[in-house]
């Protein structure tokens, strides 16, 4: 790493000679404009729009638009004798805690490495904020420009936070924040449920820029003169459901399916249907029906000819019982008949 500016941390009458290092880089792929015929890079002249003349770095001012088409040029004079008096100072105003600052305040950050004889202040500091657990407030003039800035301690190595100023955070001004929302309790219950359903431990080395991967795969490919293999489509988003309490249901059963929990049921299996879980039953049911068409045309045939033979058996079956009963009648009569007397 290249230092990009050298100064001291002000601790009361302590100085601590530092050097300051970006503590981030950005890893975008970048392109440059180019002739699509020919690959030729496309450049840009500075030129005045008045006098239409190409203008060198050396010429050029800083010029602040006052309206009316009048312009007020500053030049590298007037920016130093700006009253800057922390140009290479770090001064510490004070140690709050690391909680009262709001990271939406946080900016750019930088590491403070020691120079020279100043490791033993340096390490002092440091371990005092540890043991403090604070964070201290600071001022530093970067670029020529003063900026409100944090020192804490990561990794063993003082960090420094530039930070926005409170007029630069805007305030939102949102329509429904005017309006009477009401939440209804077992709505923030199952809401809760989701979110301890997908609590976890924060390891950001776990998450990767796919879209960047996949935009080196194409360049690389290019380059090697080869086709580049489609990655698996994603599951496309479910749509907004309008029943918000299925959509929290569906999003619990579908959190606790992908950590390979069992969703629980009520009396044993008997727990309300999710728009996933029926959908689901749907597509089974489809398929067993799919399956069972066969078996059921030919269950219904059978059906058909035993309800055609039914008529005809009921009917020998009258007769038989009709046979049946006479020898039945003529006993019968046999024995009511009077006897011959001799």
């Given at each position: 790493?290249?230092?990009?500016?050298?100064?001291?941390?002000?601790?009361?009458?302590?100085?601590?000679?530092?050097?300051?290092?970006s503590a981030t880089e950005e890893k975008d792929i970048r392109f440059h404009q180019v002739h699509r015929e020919d690959g030729g890079r496309i450049r840009y002249k500075r030129t005045c729009s008045v006098c239409g003349e190409e203008v060198t770095y050396d010429d050029?001012?800083?010029?602040?638009?006052?309206?009316?088409?009048?312009?007020?040029?500053?030049?590298?004079?007037?920016?130093?004798?700006?009253?800057?008096?922390?140009?290479?100072?770090?001064?510490?105003?004070?140690?709050?805690?690391?909680?009262?600052?709001?990271?939406?305040?946080?900016?750019?950050?930088?590491?403070?490495?020691?120079?020279?004889?100043?490791?033993?202040?340096?390490?002092?500091?440091?371990?005092?904020?540890?043991?403090?657990?604070?964070?201290?407030?600071?001022?530093?003039?970067?670029?020529?420009?003063?900026?409100?800035?944090?020192?804490?301690?990561?990794?063993?190595?003082?960090?420094?936070?530039?930070?926005?100023?409170?007029?630069?955070?805007?305030?939102?001004?949102?329509?429904?924040?005017?309006?009477?929302?009401?939440?209804?309790?077992?709505?923030?219950?199952?809401?809760?449920?989701?979110?301890?359903?997908?609590?976890?431990?924060?390891?950001?080395?776990?998450?990767?820029?796919?879209?960047?991967?996949?935009?080196?795969?194409?360049?690389?490919?290019?380059?090697?003169?080869?086709?580049?293999?489609?990655?698996?489509?994603?599951?496309?988003?479910?749509?907004?459901?309008?029943?918000?309490?299925?959509?929290?249901?569906?999003?619990?059963?579908?959190?606790?399916?992908?950590?390979?929990?069992?969703?629980?049921?009520?009396?044993?299996?008997?727990?309300?249907?999710?728009?996933?879980?029926?959908?689901?039953?749907?597509?089974?049911?489809?398929?067993?029906?799919?399956?069972?068409?066969?078996?059921?045309?030919?269950?219904?045939?059978?059906?058909?000819?035993?309800?055609?033979?039914?008529?005809?058996?009921?009917?020998?079956?009258?007769?038989?019982?009709?046979?049946?009963?006479?020898?039945?009648?003529?006993?019968?009569?046999?024995?009511?008949?009077?006897?011959?007397?001799?």
């Open positions: 790493m290249r230092a990009i500016w050298k100064g001291a941390v002000s601790f009361g009458l302590v100085s601590i000679g530092v050097r300051l290092y050029i001012a800083k010029g602040y638009d006052i309206g009316g088409g009048e312009m007020v040029i500053l030049t590298d004079e007037d920016f130093a004798d700006l009253p800057l008096t922390s140009s290479r100072a770090i001064d510490v105003l004070e140690f709050v805690p690391a909680e009262q600052v709001d990271p939406i305040l946080y900016n750019k950050a930088y590491f403070l490495e020691p120079e020279g004889a100043a490791t033993k202040p340096y390490v002092l500091l440091r371990d005092a904020l540890i043991d403090s657990e604070r964070v201290a407030i600071v001022k530093v003039a970067l670029r020529q420009r003063e900026q409100l800035a944090t020192l804490r301690v990561r990794e063993g190595v003082l960090l420094l936070n530039t930070m926005l100023w409170p007029d630069e955070i805007r305030t939102p001004d949102f329509g429904f924040l005017d309006e009477d929302l009401k939440v209804r309790p077992p709505e923030l219950a199952m809401a809760s449920s989701l979110i301890d359903s997908m609590t976890g431990e924060f390891e950001p080395d776990v998450f990767t820029d796919d879209y960047r991967a996949a935009l080196q795969e194409v360049i690389d490919a290019k380059v090697e003169g080869r086709e580049v293999v489609q990655p698996e489509e994603v599951e496309e988003a479910p749509a907004a459901a309008v029943d918000l309490m299925a959509a929290l249901k569906a999003s619990v059963e579908r959190a606790k399916a992908a950590r390979g929990e069992q969703p629980a049921r009520a009396g044993g299996g008997g727990g309300e249907p999710t728009p996933i879980s029926s959908a689901r039953s749907a597509q089974k049911a489809a398929e067993k029906k799919a399956a069972k068409a066969p078996a059921k045309k030919t269950a219904a045939k059978k059906t058909a000819e035993k309800k055609a033979t039914e008529p005809a058996k009921k009917t020998a079956a009258k007769k038989t019982a009709a046979k049946k009963a006479e020898p039945a009648k003529k006993t019968t009569a046999r024995k009511t008949a009077p006897r011959k007397s001799a």
